[in-house]
C-alpha cells in the first residue's frame, strides 16, 4: 500500500504550539501579524495561513527572541484600559505607574478644574489617563524630547475627546520646569523620571536594553532629577497643591526626606501591587497663588 503525504499547513494552532516564546507574547505577535482579535485565535485556530502571514509572524518572533520589548514590535501598549502607541523613543508604559495616575486622581477629586503638570511625560500615557478620567482637568506635559512628544501628541490626539472641558493636553519641550512661564500654578504635579542610577545592571538587561536610555537613567545617583523636581515644586504649586513622583523600589525613603525637608507636609509613600513604596509625595501648604 503506498500513501501521498504532504506538507502540514501553517495553523494558528501550529505556530503557538511550536514557538519558544510565552504563550502570552506569542499570542500578541501573532493577533497583531493577522489583524486578528485574541479570540479569533481560537475560533480559527485550525485555519490555514498564507505564506506571507507566517514569515511576518517568524520575523517578529525571532527578534522578540533577541530581546526586543513585544510592546515596541506591535507599537502599542496598553495603559490605565487606554491603549497607547509605542516607539523606540520612548519608555514603555508599566503597570506600576497606574498608581501614579490613581493617587493623582485622587489628590484632585474635590478641585474643580484642576490643573495639571506632567513632567517628562514619553507616551503622554500619565498626562492622557489623567485627562480622560478628568475631562474639566487642565493638563500640561513636558518632555525635552521632540520624538517623545510626537508621540505623545498623536496618542493624546487619537485617545481624548476634541470636546473635553479641560481643552486639548498642552504639550511643551523643555527640561523640566524650564519651558514654562513663571507665573504658572497646578494643584498637582505629577512625574515619572529617570531614576535608575548610572551602574545599575538592569540597564543592560532585557527590555531596557531597547527603551531610551535618557528616559531609564540620570546617569549619575538615580536621584538628581527628583531633586530638580521637588526644589521646583514650591514655586509652580498652587496653596496645598500635591506632588507625587515615581521612584526607584529603594529610593522612598530618601525621597520622602527631600520631600519633608523642602517643607511639604503629609508626606507618605504608597505600594504598588507588589508591595513595593512605588510613588511618594505630599502637600505643600506654603504656595501661594500668582495671578495670570
Known amino acids: 500500500m503506498t500513501s501521498a503525504t504532504s506538507a502540514t499547513p501553517d495553523t494558528p494552532a501550529a505556530l503557538l504550539r511550536a514557538s519558544p516564546l510565552p504563550p502570552l507574547e506569542a499570542r500578541i505577535l501573532l493577533t497583531h501579524v493577522l489583524g486578528w482579535r485574541p479570540t479569533q485565535l481560537i475560533t480559527r485556530s485550525d485555519e490555514p495561513l498564507d505564506s506571507a502571514g507566517v514569515e511576518r509572524y517568524r520575523a517578529l518572533e525571532a527578534r522578540r527572541l533577541a530581546g526586543e520589548p513585544v510592546a515596541q514590535l506591535v507599537g502599542a501598549r496598553e495603559f490605565y484600559g487606554l491603549d497607547f502607541e509605542v516607539t523606540p523613543h520612548v519608555l514603555i508604559p508599566r503597570p506600576e505607574t497606574e498608581l501614579l495616575v490613581e493617587t493623582a486622581l485622587t489628590a484632585m477629586e474635590h478641585i474643580s478644574r484642576p490643573r495639571v503638570l506632567d513632567l517628562g ?8 489617563a489623567i485627562a480622560s478620567m478628568r475631562p474639566d482637568a487642565q493638563v500640561c506635559a513636558v518632555d525635552r524630547s521632540a520624538e517623545a512628544l510626537a508621540v505623545a501628541t498623536r496618542n493624546a490626539a487619537r485617545l ?3 470636546k473635553r472641558p479641560g481643552g486639548a493636553v498642552e504639550l511643551t519641550q ?3 520646569y524650564g519651558s514654562l512661564d513663571a507665573t504658572r500654578r497646578f494643584d498637582v504635579i505629577v512625574s ?4 535608575i542610577a548610572s551602574g545599575d545592571p538592569h540597564l543592560s538587561e532585557g527590555d531596557l536594553r531597547f527603551e531610551p536610555r535618557g528616559a531609564l537613567t540620570d546617569e549619575a545617583d538615580g536621584l538628581s532629577a527628583i531633586r530638580v523636581i521637588i526644589a521646583g515644586a ?3 504649586l498652587a496653596a496645598n497643591g500635591a506632588l507625587w513622583i515615581e521612584h526607584g523600589y529603594d529610593q522612598a525613603e530618601t525621597v520622602r526626606a527631600m520631600l519633608a525637608a523642602q517643607g511639604f507636609a503629609q508626606v507618605r509613600s504608597e505600594r504598588d501591587l507588589a508591595g513595593i513604596e512605588r510613588i511618594s509625595g505630599g502637600l505643600y501648604a506654603g504656595a501661594a497663588e500668582v495671578a495670570g
Do not use: E, F, K, Q
Not at 121 to 128: E, P, Q, R
Not at 192 to 195: F, H, I, L
Open 192 to 195: 515619572n523620571p529617570p531614576y
Open 121 to 128: 511625560t514619553g507616551t503622554g500615557a500619565i498626562a492622557v
Open 160 to 162: 481624548l475627546d476634541v
Open 174 to 176: 523643555g527640561d523640566w
Open 234 to 236: 514650591p514655586a509652580r
